[in-house]
């Protein structure tokens, strides 16, 4: 059949209604472990991390968990090890902090942590906050460390942090902290906290790098005056009342497929801090759940009664594994867990799909509706879809 010489257009729209709100996704719907949590606790006095611990960064070695944390002892803050043979029981490495402030002077003498460790090859790779404000306030910046063991670290370059803060007048100005890193190929890339209060300004930053050592921030070319001119973040605090509307804090980022899917804490104005998810087919543009937050504050006299922050995630298997800091009290704080499971399906599977045609003089439209069977809408990023030279694609959309 001959067809008209002009585009043949092309209308999907997914029908989602039947999976949302009643079952909720896999990277949205967590079980904490009330029979385990807390999972990790501070010290006892007078140790290195009897004060607060915060931000755990867990990867998979094997058969092995192994944790790298944040303690601080009222004075200091440090990184410490920990490992675990199956997630909730952690045993804390006998020499800590693994990691501490650089020698006098140096950009990082007052304070280390927030830390970010990926194992690349045989070398584990952590990208640190460090600050030389003994307050630890104010002139955060990120910087770069190396181990053949993941407890004996070095820095390349001791005098200079990898991830700088921006100028005064910009976006990331004031300091730049709480970095999550991935490898994507043979491209490092980066998400981290930013602000500048003297602009009004604060975000989730995006930067990428060849070496882990040499970064680029994002910058998009449409916006040319501050406090947004030389960079720009990717996601911002939400609208006024909204779960994220005072601050964010703490990314983690992992890349299944060709999705970024991101778990990050929000602070409302009443101090709550809170954790929600966002996902992105670029790593730039994010789209954020309608039901944040995914995890909240425990009930009454729960380890994470006042505010559940610091999410780290790994998938293991068909299981999704979330560590995270939970407070209550004054600043008690001690590391909590939670699971979900994936979705086992390697591919999205149709429950019902129907294709309508329609003619008029100058082109053919198609449209393709789709009823998934596999995944939720939060696991379907797009739909490709091809066809004869003079094909065209209209639009995609959802319900």
Not at 108 to 127: A, P
Not at 169 to 187: F, Q
Not at 210 to 234: F, I, L, M, R
């Amino acid at each position: 059949m001959k067809i008209r010489n002009t585009s043949i257009l092309l209308m999907i729209l997914v029908f989602a209604f039947l999976l949302m709100p009643f079952t909720a996704s896999a990277v949205v719907d967590w079980t904490k472990d009330d029979a385990n949590n807390p999972v990790l606790e501070r010290g006892s006095s007078p140790a290195w991390d009897d004060e607060e611990i915060e931000r755990p960064c867990v990867i998979k070695d094997g058969s092995t968990f192994k944790m790298w944390y944040t303690g601080f002892d009222g004075t200091t803050r440090a990184v410490g090890y920990a490992d675990s043979s199956n997630e909730t029981g952690w045993s804390k490495y006998g020499s800590n902090p693994v990691f501490q402030p650089g020698a006098s002077g140096k950009w990082d003498d007052e304070h280390v942590g927030l830390s970010w460790v990926i194992l690349d090859g045989s070398t584990y790779k952590m990208w640190y906050t460090g600050t030389d404000d003994p307050n630890g306030e104010a002139n955060a910046q990120i910087g770069y460390a190396t181990s053949s063991d993941g407890t004996t670290w070095s820095r390349p370059d001791p005098n200079n942090p990898v991830l700088p803060k921006g100028g005064a007048n910009d976006w990331d100005g004031e300091m730049v902290l709480s970095p999550t890193v991935i490898k994507d190929g043979s491209t490092y890339k980066m998400w981290y906290v930013g602000w500048n209060d003297s602009q009004g300004a604060e975000g989730i930053g995006y930067a990428w790098s060849d070496d882990g050592v040499s970064w680029t921030k994002y910058n998009n070319p449409d916006t040319t005056s501050n406090p947004y001119a030389n960079s720009d973040p990717v996601i911002t605090p939400g609208q006024e009342g909204a779960w994220h509307r005072d601050e964010l804090f703490t990314p983690c980022v992992i890349k299944e497929d060709s999705i970024y899917r991101m778990w990050f804490g929000g602070e409302d104005t009443k101090w709550y801090e809170r954790i929600g998810y966002a996902y992105s087919i670029d790593g730039i543009h994010w789209r954020q759940y309608d039901g944040n937050p995914i995890i909240m504050e425990g009930g009454s006299g729960d380890f994470d009664e006042n505010d559940a922050a610091d999410p780290m995630v790994l998938k293991d298997g068909n299981t999704y594994k979330m560590w995270y800091q939970g407070e209550k009290g004054v600043d008690i704080t001690s590391f909590g867990y939670a699971t979900s499971q994936a979705y086992q399906g390697s591919h999205l599977e149709i429950n019902q799909m129907s294709v309508m045609t329609s003619n008029n003089p100058t082109e053919m439209e198609i449209f393709l509706a789709v009823i998934p069977e596999g995944p939720s809408p939060l696991d379907i990023n797009e739909l490709k879809v091809e066809g004869p030279s003079d094909f065209s694609y209209l639009n995609l959309a959802r319900v």
